[in-house]
C-alpha cells in the first residue's frame, strides 16, 4: 500500500447558502403585523492549509472529493440561518496548487500558508430583508446560492536545503541514516527508495534538511524508472550534493561517468521547467559537492584515488565518505552547513504582494448581450455576475419572485440592451452560461404576474388600512345594513303575495 503520494487531482465543493424564509409576524388582534423572515446562512469555504505535521498528499488520493457544510435556512421571527463550517484541508510545506488546466494558483511555501480553494454560496434574503416603502409585504424570498466546485490538481514539491542525488543503491539512503535521525528503507537492491526521505542535519550552529531523492537512470528526465516522478522534489533546494558509488559492481560504471549522466539528466529537467522568480537560482548554477561514498572498501578506495582530480578539475568540494563506518560526515556536514547559511543569506527579503484594487468604471454595465444560435433559431444571451446570480436566486415557481426578477433585470437595462442586440417580441433570451442557462420567450410587456396580486405587487391592502371607524359610523352602517335587509324582505313578500313564486306566468320576465 502506498505511504507517500505527491500528486494528486482534488475536486472540491464549497457549502451552499441557505434559502431565505417568507414569513409574516403575528400578533394578538393583529394577524398580519409585517413580514419577518430571516436570511439564510452563508455556504463554507474550502481552505488549503500549510500544516507543519503533514508530509504526503495520501489523504487526497484515497479522498478526492472534499465538500464543505453548507448554510442553514432562514426562518420566521428573524431567525437568521446557520453559518456552514468552513472545512480546512492540511496540505504539506512546498505544496503548489494548479487549476485543472495546468495553471499555477498558488505555490504554498511556509508554515500557516493559506489558500481558499473554493467559496461558499451567499445565503438567500428573507422577505424582511426584502421589504421597502413599495414593497411592504413581500411575498418571496431569495434562494441561497451554489457553492463554488473546482478541481484542482496538488503537486508536492520537497522544500529541503540540500539534495542527494545520484544512481540507485549509490548509498543516498545510508548516507542521510547517518548524518541525521531519518531512518529510510536501505536495501542491497535498486530503486530500494521509492520515495523521497527527509532529515535534519546539526552541525555546530548550522541546522538544515537534507532530502534523499530517488535514484536517478539515464532517461529518468524522459520518464524512465522513478526520476521524472520525483524530480520535481530538487526544485526547492540550495545545495546538490552529487553521491557517487566508488565501489560500483558494475563493470561499466565509475564515478565520473555516473557524475556526468546524472549532470546531463539534471540540465535537461532545468531545461523543461517554466521560468522561476528571480528569487531562485537556476538549478544548474546552484552550489554542489561531489561525494564518493563506500570508501571505506578496498575498491571504493582505489577508485576514488583513480578519479579525485579528475573530479577536483570541476571546482567543487570532492569528499571521500562512507555512511558504514561514518568516514568524513563531520567534514562533509560542515561544508554543508556553509553552503547551505551562504544560499539563504543571498536570498532576498521576503516582501508582502501589494494588494491591487481595480475599480469598476463608471459607465460599466456589469453585462453583456451576446447573439448566439440556439436550437436551430437566433437566440440572445445575457452575460454577467449580477444577471446570472439573480437568476440562481429566483424562486421560479413563485409569480412575485420571477416579477422582482423582471424588476431587477429592467433596472440595470437589461432590455434597452436586448432591443439594441435586435431582440423583437418571442425571441429566445437566455440568461446564464453554458446549458444551466434560464430559457425563456421574451416579451418586453410581459408581466410577472405579481400584478394580479391584491394591489402592488408585493403589497397587501390589508396591512395598509389603518383606518378606525367611529362609534357613530358603526351605527350609521349598521343602520344601512338593517334598511337594505327590510327592504328585501318586503320586495320578497310582495312577490309572494301577487303568486309569482307560485304561477310562472305571471312572472316579470314573462309578462
Known sequence: MATFVDRVELQVAAGSGG????????????????????????????????????????????????????????????????????????????????????????????????????????GGLGNAALASTQRKAPGFALLGEPGEERTLVLELKTVADVALVGFPS??????????????????????????????????????????????????????????????????????????LDAAALESDRDPFTDLETIENELATYAAGLDEEAETRVPLMDRPSVIVLNKTDLPDGTEMADMVRERLAERDVPVLDVSALSHKGLRDLSFVLGELVEQARAQLPE?????????????????????????????????????????????????????????????????????????????????????????????????????????????????LEDNHRATREEKREDQRARTDARMKRIAAMDAERRAGHWADPSKDEGNA
Request: proline residues 5%.
Open 350 to 462: 521576503p516582501t508582502v504582494a501589494p494588494i491591487v484594487i481595480t475599480p469598476r468604471a463608471v459607465d460599466a454595465k456589469g453585462f453583456r448581450v451576446v447573439k448566439e444560435e440556439f436550437e436551430g433559431s437566433t437566440a440572445f444571451r445575457v452575460e454577467g455576475d449580477k444577471p446570472e446570480r439573480w437568476v440562481r436566486q429566483t424562486d421560479f415557481t413563485n409569480d412575485e419572485a420571477v416579477g422582482y426578477l423582471a424588476d431587477r433585470l429592467a433596472k440595470i437595462g437589461a432590455e434597452d440592451e436586448l432591443f439594441k442586440a435586435g431582440a423583437v417580441s418571442g425571441s429566445t433570451v437566455l440568461i446564464g452560461p453554458g446549458n444551466d442557462a434560464v430559457v425563456f420567450d421574451w416579451e418586453p410587456t410581459m408581466v410577472g404576474g405579481a400584478e394580479l396580486l391584491m394591489g402592488r405587487r408585493g403589497t397587501d391592502k390589508r
Open 19 to 122: 434559502h431565505g424564509a417568507a414569513s409574516i409576524r403575528r400578533e394578538k388582534f393583529k394577524p398580519l403585523a409585517g413580514p419577518d423572515g430571516a436570511n439564510g446562512g452563508r455556504g463554507g469555504d474550502v481552505i488549503l492549509e500549510v500544516d507543519a505535521s503533514t508530509t504526503t498528499l495520501l489523504s487526497y488520493h484515497h479522498k478526492p472529493h472534499q465538500k464543505a457544510t453548507s448554510g442553514g435556512f432562514g426562518k420566521g421571527d428573524l431567525r437568521h440561518g446557520a453559518y456552514g463550517e468552513d472545512l480546512v484541508l492540511s496540505v504539506p510545506d512546498g505544496t503548489v496548487v494548479m487549476a485543472s488546466d495546468g495553471t499555477v494558483l498558488i505555490d504554498m511555501v511556509g508554515i500557516g500558508t493559506r489558500f481558499t480553494a473554493a467559496r461558499g454560496g451567499t
Open 170 to 243: 549509490a548509498g543516498k539512503s545510508s548516507l542521510i541514516a547517518a548524518m541525521s535521525a531519518a531512518r529510510p528503507k536501505i536495501a542491497d537492491y535498486p530503486f530500494t527508495t521509492l520515495v523521497p526521505n527527509l532529515g535534519v542535519v546539526e552541525a555546530g550552529d548550522f541546522r538544515y534538511t537534507v532530502a534523499d531523492v530517488p535514484g536517478l537512470i539515464p532517461g529518468a528526465s524522459q520518464g524512465k524508472g522513478l526520476g521524472l516522478d520525483f524530480l520535481r522534489h530538487i526544485e526547492r533546494c540550495h545545495v546538490l550534493v552529487h553521491v
